[in-house]
């Protein structure tokens, strides 16, 4: 079975650093790309960045810019969301969801199929 566990998450204060994890069970994440997306009270899902199955990163949200860094361990299963420099802004429920090789957006349409639970970031002072 496919499944996505997100972890990390948790309270910092603001220009902190949190580093989210999302490991793959069921199946091998390399062969996907991996994204991560957030959803803050009140306001709709929006997609943060994305790690292609060759490894490329795409940025979804200017907002991170300079800020987000995502990366893959293949050897662990793992996808990672290095967040510094964080806002109270950026508090919101954060989720990694996977699809088949590319982050690209089609139509407007993000198209990842499997997510995670996701895991609570809250950046306050």
């Known amino acids: 079975q496919l499944q996505l566990v997100e972890s990390g998450g948790g309270l910092v204060q603001p220009g902190g650093s949190l580093r989210l994890s999302c490991a793959a069970s069921?199946?091998?994440?390399?062969?996907?790309?991996i994204g991560w997306f957030r959803q803050a009270p009140g306001k709709e899902r929006e997609g943060v960045l994305c790690?292609?199955?060759?490894?490329?990163?795409?940025n979804y949200a200017d907002s991170v810019k300079g800020r987000f860094t995502i990366s893959r361990d293949n050897a662990k299963n793992t996808v990672y969301l290095q967040m510094n420099s964080l806002k109270p802004e950026d508090t919101a429920v954060y989720y990694c969801?996977?699809?088949?090789?590319?982050?690209?957006?089609?139509?407007?349409?993000?198209?990842?199929?499997?997510w995670g639970q996701g895991t609570q970031v809250t950046v306050s002072s």
């Open positions: 969801a996977a699809k088949e090789k590319s982050c690209t957006v089609v139509a407007g349409s993000y198209n990842f199929g499997a």
């Open positions: 069921g199946f091998t994440l390399r062969n996907y790309a």
């Open positions: 790690v292609s199955s060759s490894g490329g990163s795409t």
